[in-house]
C-alpha cells in the first residue's frame, strides 16, 4: 500500500458553542485537512492539535508537510509495518492520527485482512455530552433537554469562577440524575492545589458523581489526591507523558480520559487500553473538538476499541457546521457503520480540494 500524494487544506471554523476551561476559552478550531492519494483510492485524515494539550501546532505540522514528500510505502500491511511507518511521525502525533486514518481507512475500504482490526467493526457508541459553564442562564435547560434524550453521562467543567457555586449548581442535579440514572463528571482542567482539591472533593461525597477529571495538575499531586479523595480520579492531561503512564497505573486512579488525536490515533490507544485493563482500570475516550473527518475516525477507534463505556464524543461537536453527517444520534447512542463512514469520507469535500 502506498500513499503517493498528499494534499493539505489549513481551515478555521467556529465552534457550535464556545468551550471555556481553567486554561482558556475555545470559539474556533484551527485543523489540517489531508486529502491522501493512495494505491488503492483516494482518502481524508485530519490533524487539530488542542491549544495548550497538544506537543504541536497547525504551524509544526505545516512545515512538516511542506517539506519535500516521499511515498509512504507499506509493502505488507502488517500492524508492525504499519507502526514503523507512523512512528516517522511520533512527534506530531495529531499528524500521525491524520496519516494513520488514511490508511486505516484504504485498508477497510479495499478490505484488506489486518490482524488489528476486527472483521466488524459497526457499533452502538455510548456517549457523555458536555455543557459549557459559559451557558449560565440556559444552563438547567440544557441539562433537562441532554438527559430527557437519553443521555446518561453529563461532562461539567468546574473550578473556573465560584466554588461555592459550583457545589449548589452539583446540589440542584442531584433529584434529576436520580430519576433519570445520570451521572456527572466534573472536569476542573488542573485548576486546583492539592490542598483546594482535598478539602473541595468533601464536598462532593454522597452526590451522583462518576469521577472529578484533572483536578490537579501534577502526577504526584493526582496520585496522592486519589489516595484519599471519595470521588474517584480521572486523569487526562497527565496521560500524553508517557513517563507517568506507569505511575497512573500503580495508583488508585481509576479513569484515563483519553484523546486519541493528542495520543496520536488507533494504535497508541489500543495500546494504552491493554495496559490499562491488566491495572483494572477504565478508558474513556474523549474529543479534541476535531471536525467530521477526524471525529468521524474517533468513532470507528471506539468500535474497535469496544469497551462498553460512555465517551467523551459530543454529536454537534463532531457534525460541526457539516451539512452531510450520515451518522445517527438516538437516545444518547451514536450508530456507527462502515458504510456511513465511507460515504462521509466519499462525499465529503473541502474548497479547491
Not at 495529531?94 to 477497510?108: D, G, M, N, P, R
Not at 485548576?191 to 462532593?204: H, P
Request: net charge positive; with cysteine; glycine share 4%.
Amino acid at each position: 500500500m502506498i500513499i503517493e500524494e498528499l494534499k493539505y487544506f489549513t481551515l478555521s471554523e467556529r465552534l457550535p458553542t464556545s468551550i471555556k476551561n481553567s486554561r482558556t476559552v475555545y470559539l474556533n478550531r484551527r485543523r489540517v485537512l489531508l486529502k491522501g492519494f493512495t494505491d488503492k483510492g483516494v482518502y481524508w485524515g485530519e490533524a487539530s492539535p488542542l491549544e495548550f494539550f497538544s506537543k504541536e501546532s497547525v504551524n509544526d505540522i505545516k512545515i512538516a508537510l511542506g517539506s519535500s514528500f516521499n511515498k509512504l510505502e507499506v509493502q505488507t500491511p502488517t500492524k508492525e509495518n504499519i507502526v514503523s511507518l507512523l512512528n516517522h511521525f511520533e512527534k506530531l502525533p495529531s499528524l500521525k492520527f491524520a496519516i494513520e486514518q488514511i490508511l486505516v481507512s484504504a485498508l477497510l475500504d479495499n478490505k484488506t485482512t489486518v490482524e488489528f482490526l476486527p472483521s466488524e467493526i459497526n457499533g452502538t457508541i455510548k456517549t457523555s455530552a458536555l455543557i459549557p459553564t459559559t451557558l449560565k442562564e440556559d444552563f438547567f435547560k440544557l441539562f433537562y433537554s441532554l438527559v430527557n434524550q437519553g443521555i446518561k453521562r453529563v461532562k461539567i467543567k468546574i473550578g473556573l469562577d465560584n466554588f461555592t457555586q459550583d457545589v449548589n449548581l452539583i446540589k440542584q442535579l442531584n433529584k434529576i440524575c436520580e430519576q433519570k440514572e445520570v451521572l456527572l463528571r466534573l472536569d476542573v482542567n488542573g485548576k486546583w492545589s492539592l490542598q483546594e482539591a482535598t478539602k473541595r472533593l468533601k464536598a462532593f461525597a454522597g452526590l451522583p458523581i462518576e469521577y472529578v477529571e484533572q483536578p490537579v495538575s501534577n502526577i504526584d499531586e493526582i496520585i496522592a489526591l486519589a489516595e484519599e479523595s471519595p470521588i474517584p480520579i480521572a486523569a487526562d492531561e497527565s496521560i500524553y507523558d508517557l513517563s507517568n503512564i506507569q505511575k497512573l497505573l500503580e495508583s488508585r486512579v481509576q479513569y484515563f480520559v483519553v484523546k486519541p488525536m493528542i495520543l496520536g490515533g488507533l494504535f497508541e490507544t489500543l495500546n494504552l487500553n491493554k495496559k490499562i485493563k491488566s491495572g483494572n482500570k477504565r478508558l474513556i475516550l474523549s474529543s479534541a473538538f476535531e471536525g467530521p473527518i477526524g471525529f468521524s475516525y474517533l468513532l470507528l477507534i471506539s468500535s474497535v476499541l469496544n469497551n462498553n463505556e460512555y465517551h467523551g464524543l459530543p454529536f454537534s461537536l463532531g457534525k460541526n457546521n457539516t451539512e452531510f453527517f450520515p451518522f445517527k444520534f438516538q437516545q444518547g447512542n451514536i450508530y456507527f457503520t462502515l458504510n456511513n463512514y465511507f460515504h462521509l469520507q466519499k462525499n465529503f469535500a473541502v474548497s479547491n480540494a
